[in-house]
């Protein structure tokens, strides 16, 4: 009995004295002190020299907390276990969250760098005036395809995935509104649309598409498709950006017919502590050559019309993660449609997941 | 003396109305309200009249089945073999192993083993039977099943086959018994009581596995667990999520009461 007892007693201590070591190697900053950021951004999602430059430039502490699903961020920001005091949503998300009344206004005089985004990214329509949101990122849905299987002129339009050629080879993301507002899109309605019927028959096309199907992932997507393991997928930009630097053979395409624009935006939750910081923060995340060093290191799009400019050309010019005038025209931006309908794309897509293949 | 039981009593009473009685009335409560709060018998009724949900179920029954099966068929053989060994101990260890590593770290191992590009392929097509599509089929899906959950099932059935008192089975061989029937009249249904565990610990598991299915069975593969957390995480719709729950609960009891009653049985016999 007595060595039982002496050794949970040795080892509650050195568990103890792992713990101590673990703190000191976090630092001594603890989340209460007025010196600190609280930043709640997706992973890998942020140049990490940026936040040393920033942490030099104003002597403000960061906290990077990071999430992997708009959800996850949504139930966490409600709940208010942490005061964030910077998180990055996406739009519809954006949407949510304003009728949720969990973002705080911003005061954009206190954010004089803001002129520096390209207008057309502003008064979207989860944030008709901004008066919540910076556009931090955008991007587009779109179909990244392997030229070891596939030539250009196959794989120009949503309609070609459904050729016959490429059966069994078409991996597609597994989110609902993405993929239901393909098929809408190829059939000529809008990504956005409420018509029960207009839904049921995306529906019925998406199921002549099954036997093309490889499998519905989620994130492995990149890596089946940087191992040549598929010809086609469907994924957005940001995504096909990291694919593309692995595996030269892949390119992406944004169907002319129209897609996706999606943005990654800065809010300011309701529970922010350290508001000073945080315009500090996205003011300096504002300023051109911190954009630019941010999207050259992420390889997403910047709204920020003066970091465009300072990106290498290459980057700049390419047509498939910046596409031109007449292409962004045809692009839509997901609208919060309500729980009940959102329910109705999702269920739809279920079904689609549980008969086509 | 009655004072200091109850006060021994006190943190496992604590444990149990925390983690298991309070979240099964909350799941419950999120059932049978709607999306304003008030009582209702909707989801239940939606549940019950909706095709998709009703075939969700059969494959989720389906599957399980069938893991529980195969599950079963690979594990009697090698648990009987195990208790005749030289080395229980270290190829009990060998068996459990496994169990030590996360889920999803083995879910992705077998992931690098399938692909197009794997240790399989290059096998097979060595021997000039090209690549197969292994990954994404209901194979690949029962295969990864099965191997996770087979260690479930070798446990309860060896500690069965070990109770066995070794004067039984001599005593049959004695009387003339064969090697099939001392395995058929006295082995079996001595053991039927870890066979039935085993399939307890695997059968209702396996009801409600839902990340395998995304990532070797590619959503392919639809069970209730897939929908339970597509209502969670993606619509945010808790009360359909939650009556799917409660009606994952309602069948996993049954099973739990038609495996245990058939033991109670054999004992009254």
Redesign the interface.
């Known amino acids: 009995m007595k060595k039982i007892l002496w050794s949970a007693f040795t080892i509650l201590l050195i568990c103890f004295g792992l713990n101590l070591t673990a703190k000191k190697l976090d630092g001594n900053v603890s989340a209460n002190s007025k010196r600190t950021l609280i930043i709640y951004n997706w992973g890998d999602y942020i140049k990490p020299s940026l936040l040393t430059k920033f942490e030099k430039q104003t002597g403000y502490h960061v906290i990077y907390e990071t999430f992997d699903s708009n959800e996850a961020m949504y139930t966490k920001i409600q709940q208010g276990g942490t005061n964030y005091d910077l998180a990055v949503p996406s739009d519809y998300m954006i949407s949510k969250l304003r009728k949720a009344h969990l973002l705080d206004r911003l005061d954009r005089r206190r954010l004089k760098n803001f002129k520096n985004i390209d207008p057309i990214f502003l008064h979207q329509s989860f944030d008709p005036k901004n008066n919540y949101s910076v556009p931090y990122f955008w991007g587009t849905l779109g179909i990244i395809y392997n030229d070891k299987f596939v030539k250009a002129s196959e794989i120009q339009h949503w309609n070609d995935l459904w050729s016959p050629k490429f059966r069994h080879n078409i991996l597609l993301v597994d989110s609902a509104r993405d993929i239901m507002g393909l098929s809408l899109v190829s059939l000529g309605d809008s990504m956005n649309t409420t018509n029960s019927l207009d839904l049921k028959l995306a529906k019925t096309k998406l199921d002549e598409l099954g036997p093309n199907i490889k499998a519905i992932v989620s994130d492995e997507l990149k890596m089946y498709m940087i191992q040549n393991d598929a010809a086609i997928g469907v994924s957005w930009s940001g995504e096909a950006r990291e694919m593309l630097d692995s595996n030269s053979h892949l390119h992406y395409v944004v169907p002319k017919e129209g897609s996706n624009l999606w943005f990654d935006n800065f809010v300011i939750p309701k529970t922010a502590r350290h508001k000073k910081a945080a315009y500090a923060f996205l003011d300096f995340m504002l300023e051109p050559k911190n954009a630019a060093e941010n999207a050259a290191y992420i390889g997403y799009a910047t709204p920020n019309r003066a970091a465009k400019k300072l990106l290498p050309a290459s980057l700049r010019n390419d047509r498939q993660f910046y596409p031109n005038q007449s292409a962004m025209k045809h692009l839509q931006v997901y609208r919060d449609l309500g729980p009940s309908k959102v329910q109705e794309y999702n269920d739809l897509f279920l079904e689609f997941k549980m008969y086509a293949h | 003396m009655k004072k200091n039981r109850l006060f021994f009593l006190l943190p496992y009473s604590l444990w149990i109305l925390l983690f298991v009685i309070a979240p099964m009335i909350l799941i419950a409560f999120d059932a049978f309200t709607g999306?304003h709060g008030e009582f209702t018998w909707s989801n239940f009724v939606q549940f019950f009249s909706d095709t998709?949900f009703l075939?969700?179920t059969l494959?989720s029954f389906w599957y399980a089945f069938l893991i529980t099966v195969i599950t079963l068929l690979i594990s009697y053989p090698m648990a009987y073999i195990l208790s005749h060994m030289k080395n229980q101990q270290f190829w009990l260890l060998l068996i459990i192993l496994p169990t030590w590593i996360n889920l999803l770290l083995k879910a992705y191992a077998f992931?690098g083993i399938f692909?197009?590009?794997g240790l399989v392929n290059h096998f097979l097509s060595f021997f000039g039977i090209g690549p197969a599509?292994i990954?994404?089929t209901d194979f690949a899906f029962i295969f990864v099943a099965t191997y996770i959950e087979i260690p479930f099932m070798i446990l309860p059935i060896y500690n069965a086959i070990c109770d066995i008192d070794p004067a039984l089975i001599n005593a049959a061989r004695d009387l003339g018994a064969s090697k099939w029937q001392v395995l058929g009249k006295i082995i079996w249904p001595l053991s039927r009581s870890g066979v039935e565990s085993g399939i307890q610990a695997v059968f209702i598991p396996s009801l409600s596995l839902f990340m395998l299915t995304?990532?070797i069975g590619?959503?392919?593969v639809?069970t209730l667990g897939?929908?339970i957390e597509?209502y969670f995480?993606?619509?945010?719709?808790w009360h359909m999520g939650s009556t799917i729950g409660v009606v994952l609960i309602v069948l996993m009891l049954i099973v739990m009461l038609t495996t245990n009653r058939k033991r109670h049985h054999q004992e009254v016999r």
């Open positions: 999306s998709t075939r969700m494959n992931i692909a197009r590009d599509n990954l994404f995304r990532l590619g959503n392919r639809i897939t929908a597509e995480l993606t619509t945010m719709n």
